[in-house]
């Protein structure tokens, strides 16, 4: 693949840069934007003007870099099935209440096997009843209990449990 001549100006970052970072040096064919090659690369509408041969180079490029990183796939496509978004995340602060079926009513207060907890952190038995065991265990289950809660809004779930196939290319 012919490579682009680079240019001599001072970088300004695209916002994918300035997000993810750019690519390295050696990625970098307009030294005038610092690229992180990750930006989507759309498809050419018919009707769109002619690009120079380096645009067209860069673009081919980085359709290529894409690749070469995600598996076979380019960041368009992992974009238009929502495997990747630019939308903001909706924080969790874990405060949500534990899954009535990991209830601390729900463990055994009497273990098979004994295990001791260190005495440095408060000791006793590693059990539920025990307050130091139950407070480390307490995000761990409430972060259970989340995915519980919206297991039917995880499309993952599905395609585990049902073990089926499906192409991304189909989607």
């Not at 989507?40 to 002619?50: D, G, K, Q, R």
């Not at 929502?82 to 969790?92: G, K, Y």
Request: hydrophobic content about 35%.
């Amino acid at each position: 693949m012919a490579v682009p001549a680079p240019i001599d100006i001072p970088s300004v970052p695209t916002p994918y840069a300035l997000k993810y970072g750019p690519a390295s040096p050696r990625h970098q064919f307009n030294r005038s934007v610092l690229k992180s090659h990750i930006t989507p690369v759309l498809p050419l509408h018919p009707s769109a003007p002619p690009f120079s041969p380096n645009t067209i180079l860069i673009r081919e490029y980085s359709e290529h870099y894409q690749r070469s990183l995600l598996k076979g796939y380019t960041v368009y496509q992992l974009y238009h099935i929502n495997a990747i978004s630019e939308a903001a995340l909706t924080p969790c602060s874990l405060d949500n209440p534990i899954h009535h079926l990991l209830a601390r009513h729900r463990w055994t207060s009497r273990p098979k096997t004994t295990y001791e907890v260190d005495p440095k952190v408060g000791g006793g038995q590693f059990v539920a009843t025990n307050d130091v065991v139950w407070n480390v265990l307490t995000p761990a289950l409430r972060l259970a209990s989340w995915i519980l809660a919206y297991v039917h809004m995880h499309p993952w779930v599905e395609s585990s449990i049902s073990l089926g196939c499906k192409s991304l290319d189909s989607m």
